[in-house]
C-alpha cells in the first residue's frame, strides 16, 4: 500500500519481507511451517500520539535550550552546524527508511536548535512575534485537522501530486532568490521583501502548502491505522507531522515580521 505523503517514499507502510502487505497469514507461504508466525504489533492512533508528542517535545525543549544558552555572537556557525545536520538526518529518514526512535527524536533535537536560534533572532527584532507564531501555527493546526475529518478537502493521490509540485515550485523559487541576493540583488526576486506585495503573496502560499502537508499526514495516519501497518511507522507519521507544524510556523513567524515593528 503506497502512502500518499511524499514524506514517506514509496511502498512505505509494507515491510520488506512477509507480513503487512504481502501474502495473509494462512496462505501458502505458511501452509508448510508446523508453527505459527510471530504477530506483528499494529500501528494505533494512541502509537501516533505518543510518538508524535515526545517528538514534539524534544523539539520544543532543544528550541527552549538554543534560544536560552547560544550566545548571540556564537548564533550563526551553529545555526549553520544544525541545519547540516538536520538536513543529513532528514535525508537519512527520508530515502534511506530508517524513521525509528532514535533518528526521529535526533532529528527533532537538531531542528529544535535551528528553530530556537530562529526564533530568538526573530523575537529579539520583532518583539511578541513569536508567541503570536505559535498561536497562529496552533490555530493552523486546529482548522486543517477539522477539515480533514470534516471530509471539506479529500486527500487524492491527484492532491498529492498538486501538494508536492507545489512544494517544489516554492522551494526552486527561494533558491533562485537566494542566488539573485548572492549575486548582488538587494532583496532577490522580490518574494521576501517586507516592501514587496510578492513576498506576502508568497508566505500565505507557503503556509497553505504546510497545512496541506497536514493533510496529506492525517491521510497516512488514517490509513496506516485503518490497513494495519506495522507499529514502527508511527514514527514515521510523527516525524511527517513535526516537518509540516515546523514548515508552517516558520512562515507565519516570517509573515507577521512583514506586519511587526522593528524594536
Sequence with gaps: MESRN?????????????GYGGQPYGGAAYAAPGYA???TRTMTMDAVVVRGFLT???LVVTAALAWALVPTSLAPPVLVVALIAEIGIWAFIAFGRKANAATVLAFAAVYGVVVGLISHSYNDIYHGVVFQAVVGTALAFGATLAVYAL???RVTPKFARFVMAAALALIGLMLVNWVVHLFG?????????????????????AILVGCFFLLLDFDAVETGVRTGAPEKFAWYCAFGL??????????????????????
Design 6 to 18: 511524499p514524506a514517506f517514499r514509496g511502498n512505505a507502510f509494507e515491510p520488506r519481507a512477509g
Design 37 to 39: 508466525p510471530a504477530a
Design 56 to 58: 514534539f517535545v524534544t
Design 151 to 153: 471530509r471539506i478537502v
Design 185 to 205: 540583488g538587494d532583496h532577490g526576486i522580490g518574494i521576501r521583501d517586507p516592501g514587496n506585495p510578492l513576498a506576502y503573496v508568497f508566505s500565505v502560499a
Design 242 to 263: 513535526v516537518l509540516s507544524l515546523v514548515w508552517i510556523y516558520l512562515e507565519i513567524l516570517r509573515l507577521l515580521s512583514y506586519f511587526s515593528g522593528r524594536d
